[in-house]
């Protein structure tokens, strides 16, 4: 009865409520919010927590979801595989130091993780061998002032410490490249490049002109380059137990993802385009290495796809990088450095994550892009 009776009632003043509406709507004025109908409260009221839910959800929830990554589990290393995974620089790898990461690739190369590898070792090899290790880096528009300055202290202090190192500076302002006083054995070219006008163009346009600089005094003078993003810093020792014929950078942020998730282009007009059987990994472009050989036939690759893909009018989702990751699908790595090697604090900390050797910036794009 009384359920009823509130029933009706509801009825009546909603019934009432959608009169005095129309009315109103008659006369061409808007409905004030106190003076809905019940339901229609109700309803406001629902979406405004739903947005709110989500907006608090996107704010801080995501972050609380994204450190529950960590227990997708990466693989383990088949015991068969492990003696295989020994070269001139690391020796043999002692997998049993992280039994709770992956530390080779289904091709057999060794994923290198802090605890696994003797720096020692790796570095008297490289003195043995009289390397000389290139380090390339761009810094085009405001990049320069943000960030060349303590990318290059940064690697004087922690790049290849002890070993000849060559830095390969390219920027459309040489004479804005701030003076250093380098450590014995060191050195830096400043070459010049055109700005372009999107920074897109920027970062794709690395490709061709480190093709260029691996086939000319850069190749020369260099046995193994590694290349990099200037908008990070180094913040602990990046030696020698890092080289190979081809060095790819586990990506911080999709290392734990499954396969079908990775962000490739997936657009099969593209050069880049990889399929959903297919990739490996997710590499970062903002490191990647090798010998001069084999970085000739990787940028040339890249800035092939990319030439293509222009002819057709289109371009790949994350840029160089998904060229990048197209090429090391084809041409597997012959070493992969764990995301300690190239590490985003924003991620938040984590126990597999022990000495990250390089630190991205915070990301401040309206200050550097166009
Ligand atoms: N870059 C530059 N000037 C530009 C755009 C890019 O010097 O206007 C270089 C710089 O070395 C930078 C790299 O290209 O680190 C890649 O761009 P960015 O770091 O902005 O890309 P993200 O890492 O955010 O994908
Ligand atoms: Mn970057």
């Known amino acids: 009865m009384a359920l009823g009776a509130e029933w009706g009632l509801r009825w009546l003043r909603s ?17 004030p919010i106190w003076a809905l109908p019940r339901a229609k409260k109700r309803l406001l009221w629902q979406l405004l927590l739903t947005a709110f839910g989500f907006l608090g959800l996107y704010l801080y929830g ?41 530390t080779c690739t289904s091709w057999a190369a060794p994923i290198i993780w802090d605890g696994t590898f003797d720096p020692q070792i790796a570095e008297q090899e490289a003195r043995r061998q009289n390397l000389t290790i290139g380090l390339t880096v761009f810094a085009v528009g405001r990049y320069l002032e943000k960030y060349l300055e303590h990318f290059l202290d940064s690697a004087e202090q922690h790049f290849m410490v002890g070993q000849s190192v060559v830095y390969y500076v390219f920027t459309d302002r040489p004479e804005a490249v701030p003076y250093m006083t380098l450590g014995q054995g060191r050195v830096l070219r400043v070459e010049r490049v055109q700005q ?29 380059v590694f290349c990099l993003d200037v908008d990070q810093h180094f913040t602990s020792n990046f ?11 586990l990506h911080a942020w999709h ?37 001069v050989a084999a970085l000739r ?74």
């Open 15 to 31: 019934h009432g409520g959608y009169r005095k509406q129309e009315g109103q709507r008659q006369r061409g004025q808007g409905t």
């Open 239 to 249: 030696g020698p137990e890092t080289l190979a014929d081809l060095v790819a950078q």
């Open 297 to 370: 036939k990787l940028t040339a690759h890249c800035a092939l796809g990319q030439q293509l893909d222009r002819e057709r009018g289109v371009e790949a989702i994350w840029h160089d990088e998904s060229h990048l990751n197209k090429f090391f699908w084809l041409y597997k790595p012959t070493k992969v450095l764990s995301p300690e090697f190239c590490w985003d604090l924003k991620i938040g900390w984590r126990t597999e994550i022990h000495t990250p050797r390089l630190l991205w910036e915070p990301k401040e794009y309206t200050l550097v892009r166009n």
């Open 255 to 291: 290392y734990h993802w499954p396969r079908w998730l990775l962000p490739y282009e997936r657009d099969k007009r593209s050069a880049a385009a990889l399929s959903f059987g297919e990739g490996d990994f997710y590499y970062h472009a903002a490191l990647f290495g090798g010998s």
């Open 196 to 224: 372009e006008n999107r920074w897109q163009d920027v970062s794709m346009a690395r490709m061709r002109t480190l093709h260029e600089a691996l086939g000319g005094q850069l190749g020369q003078e260099a046995d193994y």
């Open 62 to 102: 995501l972050r609380s979801l994204r450190s529950l990554e960590v227990f997708i589990p990466m693989g383990i290393c088949p015991r068969a595989t492990m003696p295989l995974l020994r070269d001139n620089f690391t020796g043999v790898l002692q997998h049993w130091a992280r039994p709770e990461v992956l």
